[in-house]
């Protein structure tokens, strides 16, 4: 590598980084802005008990097809370090190509970033550092929070942050075109002969999930970018106290005098106009449908990682210790299992007391799971079938479980990752499913933002039109 990679601040050098390269250093560095807000706060992107850092309403998630179209997995251009180098980079930002200024600029930045992924957050160099999987899934995280963490309105995204956003992730992505699978392959010689060789291709599960996310990323672009000239606005910072939102912990409208700082959508006396409501509530369908569709991806990238040996070591030994006795009895009843009733039943009134539960349900569900998987050689034949009657109701409960638990996280979809997510996040080393998992994570939170703050407004109208 190339020791200029590695940037040493103490030293002395002929062109030390510029102002204001060091506060772009501050704001993009790995860990160093947290987003705030409502919309924020609940969201599953930033856990409270992960810094890898999850909603959907109750039907089930929109089926994605299954083959998408390549955008940048063919024919992508050619890296962004490729380009910074080659000073083409000035064509990224739409800036002027005579600005050295910016240029030398970006092409610190990136050099410290890609510094930072190769030594794993290691400043040390001593090999201490994460994986690459965990590193580029916190860059992609981290990124989100930087570019994201103070939007709080309907309104086009800053060009410099969009730009940043464009720029560092086409980066972080270019990783996956590298990422490649061989199949059997025949090759023709010049003299008629035929032989059969390893030919590569993108890896099915980048082949068909990177396009979608591309498309998802771009279409809420545009969504933000349609918020101009808009007939309502903001004031910063005043005080309402409007109702919750009964089915969902984050707050509609309510600024406390700790969060004085966020805006609230205002509208015309009259409320808005009849078109200017069914414009809202088509954008609102587009981003619930984005964000239906990036949770679908997310899911399967969590299910696809293996389950850490350290989260299955600390499993409790009984499925109804963990969920308790009142779960338990509703979840084993011989008469038809009703998820949502027994969600209704618990009467969950805060985000603390769903993600609790969630996490016993899920621990609950891979005990039954690993009991109902469990062979027995003892050979008598009545506790043989002891034991297929305990597997299959094993089977049951684990089922039930499952069920239980996609009901809780479509219920309340701000709800923050699970012990169980988080742990596969942070020993996944699979670097193609940590930049899905995360990129489709950040995604889900993005669109879910759009959705919160469309129903801000429409909310706020309908409550003046009621007067």
Same mark, same amino acid.
């Not at 050099?111 to 860059?139: P, Q, R």
């Given at each position: 590598m190339d020791s200029s990679l590695v940037c040493d601040e103490n030293s002395d050098m002929d062109c030390p980084p510029s102002s204001e390269d060091q506060m #772009? &250093?501050?704001?993009?560095d790995i860990g160093s802005s947290t987003p705030g807000g409502d919309s924020l706060d609940y969201s599953r992107t930033i856990s409270e008990v992960s810094t890898y850092s999850e909603p959907s309403i109750s039907d089930e998630p929109l089926p994605l097809p299954m083959r998408w179209p390549i955008s940048k997995l063919v024919g992508r251009a050619s890296p962004i370090l490729t380009k910074l180098r080659m000073k083409q980079h000035v064509d990224v930002l739409d800036e002027k190509p005579c600005n050295d200024d910016i240029a030398n600029s970006e092409l610190e930045m990136m050099k410290e970033k890609f510094s930072k992924l190769l030594l794993g957050e290691d400043m040390s160099g001593s090999g201490k550092g994460v994986c690459s999987a965990v590193a580029i899934s916190n860059a992609i995280t981290n990124l989100y929070a930087t570019v994201f963490g103070h939007c709080y309105k309907l309104e086009p995204l800053p060009p410099e942050k969009k730009s940043m956003w464009r720029r560092e992730m $086409?980066? /972080? /992505?270019s990783v996956c075109d590298y !990422?490649? #699978?061989? *199949?059997?392959?025949?090759q023709s010689l010049p003299d008629g002969t035929t032989l059969e060789v390893m030919a590569s291709r993108p890896r099915s599960d980048i082949y068909i999930n990177l396009p979608a996310l591309e498309k998802l990323d771009a279409m809420l672009l545009e969504i933000l970018d349609s918020f101009q000239n808009t007939e309502f606005w903001y004031d910063e910072g005043k005080q309402s106290s409007i109702a919750c939102n009964s089915r969902s912990f984050r707050r509609v409208i309510h600024r406390d005098d700790e969060k004085w700082w966020l805006p609230v959508p205002c509208v015309p006396a009259s409320g808005l106009p009849e078109r200017s409501q069914k414009e809202l509530q088509q954008k609102r369908e587009c981003a619930n449908q984005i964000h239906k569709a990036a949770m679908a991806i997310n899911s399967a990238m969590l299910c696809e990682m293996e389950v850490p040996e350290s989260y299955l070591a600390a499993l409790p030994k009984s499925g109804r210790s963990s969920v308790g006795d009142s779960i338990y009895r509703r979840m084993s009843t011989p008469d038809k299992f009703c998820p949502d009733y027994l969600l209704d039943c618990l009467d969950i009134t805060s985000e603390h007391e769903a993600l609790d539960i969630a996490d016993r349900v899920e621990a609950a569900m891979y005990v039954w799971r690993r009991k109902a998987c469990m062979n027995n050689s003892k050979s008598s034949w009545d506790m043989v079938k002891d034991l297929m009657a305990d597997g299959d109701k094993n089977h049951m409960l684990a089922s039930r479980a499952e069920s239980l638990l996609l009901w809780l996280k479509q219920r309340y979809p701000e709800l923050s990752q699970t012990t169980l997510d988080t742990s596969k996040i942070q020993y996944n080393k699979d670097v193609g499913q940590a930049i899905l998992e995360s *990129?489709? &994570?950040?995604l889900e939170s993005w669109a879910f933002n !759009?959705?919160?703050? !469309? $129903?801000d407004v429409l909310f706020i109208d309908g409550s003046v039109k009621r007067r």
């Amino acid at each position: 590598m190339d020791s200029s990679l590695v940037c040493d601040e103490n030293s002395d050098m002929d062109c030390p980084p510029s102002s204001e390269d060091q506060m #772009e &250093r501050s704001n993009t560095d790995i860990g160093s802005s947290t987003p705030g807000g409502d919309s924020l706060d609940y969201s599953r992107t930033i856990s409270e008990v992960s810094t890898y850092s999850e909603p959907s309403i109750s039907d089930e998630p929109l089926p994605l097809p299954m083959r998408w179209p390549i955008s940048k997995l063919v024919g992508r251009a050619s890296p962004i370090l490729t380009k910074l180098r080659m000073k083409q980079h000035v064509d990224v930002l739409d800036e002027k190509p005579c600005n050295d200024d910016i240029a030398n600029s970006e092409l610190e930045m990136m050099k410290e970033k890609f510094s930072k992924l190769l030594l794993g957050e290691d400043m040390s160099g001593s090999g201490k550092g994460v994986c690459s999987a965990v590193a580029i899934s916190n860059a992609i995280t981290n990124l989100y929070a930087t570019v994201f963490g103070h939007c709080y309105k309907l309104e086009p995204l800053p060009p410099e942050k969009k730009s940043m956003w464009r720029r560092e992730m $086409d980066c /972080l /992505l270019s990783v996956c075109d590298y !990422i490649v #699978e061989f *199949y059997p392959s025949f090759q023709s010689l010049p003299d008629g002969t035929t032989l059969e060789v390893m030919a590569s291709r993108p890896r099915s599960d980048i082949y068909i999930n990177l396009p979608a996310l591309e498309k998802l990323d771009a279409m809420l672009l545009e969504i933000l970018d349609s918020f101009q000239n808009t007939e309502f606005w903001y004031d910063e910072g005043k005080q309402s106290s409007i109702a919750c939102n009964s089915r969902s912990f984050r707050r509609v409208i309510h600024r406390d005098d700790e969060k004085w700082w966020l805006p609230v959508p205002c509208v015309p006396a009259s409320g808005l106009p009849e078109r200017s409501q069914k414009e809202l509530q088509q954008k609102r369908e587009c981003a619930n449908q984005i964000h239906k569709a990036a949770m679908a991806i997310n899911s399967a990238m969590l299910c696809e990682m293996e389950v850490p040996e350290s989260y299955l070591a600390a499993l409790p030994k009984s499925g109804r210790s963990s969920v308790g006795d009142s779960i338990y009895r509703r979840m084993s009843t011989p008469d038809k299992f009703c998820p949502d009733y027994l969600l209704d039943c618990l009467d969950i009134t805060s985000e603390h007391e769903a993600l609790d539960i969630a996490d016993r349900v899920e621990a609950a569900m891979y005990v039954w799971r690993r009991k109902a998987c469990m062979n027995n050689s003892k050979s008598s034949w009545d506790m043989v079938k002891d034991l297929m009657a305990d597997g299959d109701k094993n089977h049951m409960l684990a089922s039930r479980a499952e069920s239980l638990l996609l009901w809780l996280k479509q219920r309340y979809p701000e709800l923050s990752q699970t012990t169980l997510d988080t742990s596969k996040i942070q020993y996944n080393k699979d670097v193609g499913q940590a930049i899905l998992e995360s *990129y489709s &994570r950040v995604l889900e939170s993005w669109a879910f933002n !759009i959705v919160a703050w !469309i $129903d801000d407004v429409l909310f706020i109208d309908g409550s003046v039109k009621r007067r």
